[in-house]
């Protein structure tokens, strides 16, 4: 069956950066798009970008631009999506998913990014 | 890209059944057959209910359906039932080769 598991949940400091990993397995890795989407405490999904696994290709939500970086690594069937100059506002669960046509069937479990103010 | 519109909160007795609307634009609901709906549970990750405006995935009863008029796209769940408490989020693909979710519904069952 098709899994998503991230990494672990972290905490940074305010202007740091974070490093999120996605690891797909069940399925043909580079066949699919995967993408990121987050959950601010008590606030709805937001889709921060996607990922072509096997291009490399990327596109992001315009207010991620020039801060969200999205990288592959197809050896290991894993994607990264790293956040720089990190805000007490980037504090929230970031989550992976497959993408299938305009849908996404298949989550990561998500990761708890926490940005003390 | 704004948000798409969802009533803050629905709620209908067991049995009965309920609509939650999706409004967008042109540029995202009303422009392609790419919309979606997810329900989300507290501290768990979102479930695919819909897709592609009405098609259920495998797995999901079939007391929920889909559809779509103009930019404003719905989910109905019928035959209400306690486990379908939850917080309900449309999806839609862009004409900006993006994804823009809704701004989610609570479900409550009275």
């Known amino acids: 069956q098709v899994q998503l598991v991230q990494s672990g949940a972290e905490v940074k400091k305010p202007g740091a950066s974070v490093k999120v990993s996605c690891k797909g397995s069940?399925?043909?890795?580079?066949?699919?798009?995967l993408h990121w989407v987050r959950q601010a405490p008590g606030q709805g999904l937001e889709w921060m970008g996607w990922i072509d696994t096997n291009s490399g290709a990327t596109t992001y939500a315009q207010r991620f631009q020039g801060r969200v970086t999205m990288t592959k690594d197809t050896s290991i069937n894993t994607v990264y999506m790293e956040m720089d100059s990190l805000t007490s506002d980037d504090t929230a669960v970031y989550y992976c998913?497959?993408?299938?046509?305009?849908?996404?069937?298949?989550w990561g479990q998500g990761t708890l990014v926490t940005v003390p103010s | 890209q704004s948000a798409l519109t969802q009533p803050a909160s629905v709620s209908g007795s067991p049995g009965q059944s309920i609509t939650i609307s999706c409004t967008g634009t042109?540029?995202?609901?009303?422009?392609?057959?790419?919309v979606c709906w997810y329900q989300q549970h507290p501290g768990k990750a979102p479930k695919l209910v819909i897709y592609d405006v009405n098609k259920r995935p495998s797995g999901i009863s079939n007391r929920f359906s889909g559809s779509k008029s103009g930019n404003t796209a719905s989910l109905t769940i019928s035959g209400l039932q306690a486990g379908d408490e939850a917080d309900y989020y449309c999806?839609?693909?862009?004409?900006?080769?993006?994804?823009?979710f809704g701004t989610g519904t609570k479900v409550s069952v009275l």
């Open positions: 069940g399925y043909t890795f580079t066949d699919y798009y």
């Open positions: 999806s839609s693909y862009t004409s900006i080769v993006t994804y823009v």
């Open positions: 998913a497959r993408g299938v046509g305009g849908s996404h069937p298949d």
């Open positions: 042109s540029s995202d609901v009303g422009g392609y057959n790419y």
